[in-house]
């Protein structure tokens, strides 16, 4: 005896295929801009991954400068300008000031860790320290001189695209 299905539709009918889910604007937006084949916007990072990369960056410059070198010198500080440059390019908007910020802490870690050390002890580590900030200020103000300028100069930009999309 052979089995058949007690559906009165034909096979055809039954094999109709179910609507896709709805998506949501921005998901239409997204995949609308990558088939019309245009460039994605760049991440932006918060203010704690704006300082995570000035600390790394920093980090990095300041160990590699202390092994090749033995000395806390000219790849840190170029190792800061690098990173101040683009944190503060890749920061969002809403966090501006997390570029200048961050830059100038990181800075003074990567110093008390790599620096000079002027004696035994905490006291040795802080003259070491000052020492270190005196020396390198250069390459600290330079920095910090770039991260305040790129931050104020979106800062201006973005205002003013906002003034001109209002009227």
Known sequence: MEYRSSSTQPERER???LP??????????????SQAGTARTPQRLTAVGCGLLVLLGVLAGGGLDKLMFDSSGVL??????????????????????????????CFALALLLFGKNAGPGWGG??????????LDAGWLFAGTALSVTIALARHFSLAHARRKAAS
């Open 15 to 17: 094999n109709v295929a």
């Open 20 to 33: 896709k889910p709805a998506r949501s604007p921005e998901a239409a937006a997204r995949a609308a801009r």
């Open 76 to 105: 840190l500080g170029l190792a800061y300008l690098a990173v101040c440059f683009r944190a503060s390019v890749r920061v969002r908007s809403s966090d501006l000031a997390a570029a200048p910020i961050s830059g100038p802490i």
């Open 125 to 134: 580590h802080l003259i070491g320290l000052a020492e270190s900030l005196a």
